[in-house]
């Protein structure tokens, strides 16, 4: 979809509104190539052209959303908005006013643009298939244009568009071994694609190695920056939001209601200074940057509107709830990098387990902070920094005041800016940027 049309059809709603109505249209869409591998062969593509938009209904301290689609027919998405706006006049007249409800002030309008070199389609098969018939892959490849908008009836018009893609495989041998690879990015390079998947490639013949089996314990672990990502991500739910912080969930709430700190090797921020996703959210109002931990102190917490009116705090303009029903959370979080270079983590490492990822991460205590989940793909044994073997797949069960604090002996200098891969709701263009970290007495269960 082009900006004119988005705001050709917001403009035309816009005058249908009553004079004591306000209105917000937010648009989430995407028009993106799928290919779906397995077996290192073509199963399934698709183009798909998807525009979500969630629309929000103001009358004084009153509020009512709904959620329907658009198309470039600017006659018919009109008409499918007005007979949305329609269908929310009459609930919206019965339910009470809301004291923590009110309309975005206007702002000045962001277009933001973010071009890449994103291959052909033709380009891209010959490009994957070229590789990857070398090794038994499964994966699934996306690309295109990502789209963000909000339009407020007040006269703000966001515009986001971004360029980008994804390959996230996994490379599985005949003893089912799996080492699994994200390779994103926004321009293409089929020379550090094969780069990336010869690398996948050594390692998983690492793995036909017998696996080790480690007993339960405390051990020394270098986390890749992908695994270290989950554990950022985790932050999310019941974290970083203040109202988590006000109804005494917050797995944070240490930070701020005693002396406990996290490391001084720990930094984390909400960061939008490299446009990855857009800096603005679903009611229009622009964020900027926050220093959320800074040197293992809290410094400050996700602040959405209605948070603000609840406790009369200032706004930093965070989410509202989403459809998971998480809000106040990171769009674009950045883990402040170390001074381990990536060619020293074996030899900073010495004796203990390298892990790449980590999955099926819950919160065992969420207000001791403790974590729980398992290893998964290419983890390994490591003796006087050097890849011995495989390891079985343990669960672990340790809280992240050890990991990120007493125990976090190194931060890598090398970062990762890992893409939101899940696409439920759609492609989503966030990301969370981390390094590798070093931590000792990290604590394996099972």
Known sequence: MKKDIFQTICSQVFDSLKENEQLTVYLEGENSQYFRFNDSKLRQSGIIEDYAVTISLF???????????????????????????????????????????????PLESLDIVKSGQLPKREEILEALMDTISSDNLTGVWTSGKIF?????????????????FIFDFSLIDTQENMVKVLFPGSNWDKNKFVAAFHEASEKLKLMNKPKMELKPGKYRVWFE???????????????????????GSSCLLKLRNSDTRLSNLFSLNESFSSLSTAPFNSRGEVSEDVAIIQNGILSNTLVNAKTALEYKISSNFAEEPNSWGMGEYMRSPHMEAGDIDNEERLEKLGTGIFISNIHYLNWSDTLGGRITGLTRYACYWV?????????????????????????????????????????YDGRNPGETTCPGILVKDFELTL
């Open 59 to 105: 009358s004084g301290k009153k509020s009512l959303q709904s959620s329907t689609t658009l198309s470039s027919d600017i006659k018919s998405s009109v008409s499918n908005l007005t007979n949305e706006i329609n269908a929310l006049r009459d609930p919206l007249s019965l339910i009470p006013e809301n004291d923590f409800t009110c309309f975005p002030d």
């Open 148 to 164: 963000r908008a909000c339009n407020t009836s007040e006269g703000t018009n966001h515009w986001f568009e971004k360029d980008s």
């Open 225 to 247: 920056p992908n695994a270290v990502a989950d554990f950022v991500d985790m932050f999310n739910w019941n974290g970083v939001s203040e109202s988590s912080f006000r109804n």
């Open 383 to 423: 003796e006087d920094g050097k890849l011995v073997a495989p390891i079985k797949t343990m669960r672990f069960d340790d809280s992240f005041y050890n990991f990120f604090g007493s125990n976090l002996e190194g931060v890598g200098k090398e970062v990762l800016a890992r893409p939101v891969i899940e696409t």
